[in-house]
Nanobody
């Protein structure tokens, strides 16, 4: 399984970015895909997730109403649309996946992509 994240960058507060995560190596129909982030000096936190088949989503409170997670099954890609970005959103963002039939722990990880929001 490979997860390839991209789309990070530098943006001003109030701006938008879209992160992409291309998944390959197997069928992901029973998987949940998640976006995590890790700010400097802080732990890694789950901010959004989506089930590949049903499209059921989860958001942490700090991003609700600003971020949207989605997936394109044909492209095996999960997106994180980030709007109204704030300086506190600055972090390294990671995509991850786990098989919902076998575990609740995220078992596959992509490389991080840096998001920097300037004030």
């Amino acid at each position: 399984v490979q997860l390839q994240a991209s789309g990070g960058g530098l943006v001003q507060a109030g701006g938008s970015l879209r992160l992409s995560c291309v998944a390959s190596g197997r069928s992901f129909s029973s998987y949940r895909m998640g976006w995590f982030r890790q700010a400097p000096g802080k732990g890694r936190e789950l901010i959004a997730s989506i089930t590949w088949s049903e499209g059921n989503t989860y958001y942490t409170d700090s991003v609700k109403g600003r971020f949207t997670i989605s997936r394109d099954n044909a492209k095996n890609t999960v997106y994180l649309q980030m709007n109204s970005l704030k300086p506190e959103d600055t972090a390294v963002y990671y995509c991850a996946a786990h098989n919902t039939l076998t575990t609740v722990r995220y078992e596959y990880w992509g490389q991080g992509t840096q998001v920097t929001v300037s004030s």
